[in-house]
């Protein structure tokens, strides 16, 4: 039993390490696996709540560069050999919905910049 509990201490740990060297928030790294602040927040402090297996697989999913064994049982290295710079825009969806915003942003711009254009030449 207390192994166990051991495992999950240290996995929290490791969980806030991850997401300290992702340069994230909590609230961003928690909506780039698809849940919520709330309950990463109180997975990461409360001393009996753990996560689930599904928690587990979305961040790997997600950041397939980590290593599990890493995560679960601190063996190894946090990312697989030459996989830490694996993290990219395409794999967080909260990062694909910047993109999104951004490649809009860039888009009404032009459209923007080709109208002064426009009436510039009008003159």
């Known amino acids: 039993m207390f192994e166990v ?7 929290k740990k490791r969980i806030k390490a991850l997401i300290k ?3 994230m928030s909590q609230l961003d790294f928690a909506e780039s696996i698809g849940t919520t602040a ?3 927040s ?3 402090t409360m001393e009996k709540r753990s996560f689930g297996v599904d928690f587990i697989l979305r961040i790997k999913q997600v950041y397939p560069q980590v290593d599990l064994n890493w995560l679960i049982a601190g063996v190894g290295e946090m990312f697989l050999a030459g996989k830490k710079s694996q ?3 395409g794999e967080c969806p909260h990062c694909r919905d910047m993109t999104k915003t951004v490649e809009s942003l860039r ?3 032009t459209v ?12």
């Open 87 to 89: 993290v990219g825009l």
């Open 38 to 40: 709330t309950y990463l």
């Open 42 to 44: 109180q997975g990461l």
């Open 107 to 109: 888009n009404s711009l």
């Open 5 to 11: 509990i051991f495992v999950f201490y240290s996995m």
């Open 21 to 23: 060297e992702l340069g």
């Open 112 to 123: 923007a910049l080709e109208t002064i254009e426009r009436i510039k030449g009008n003159r």
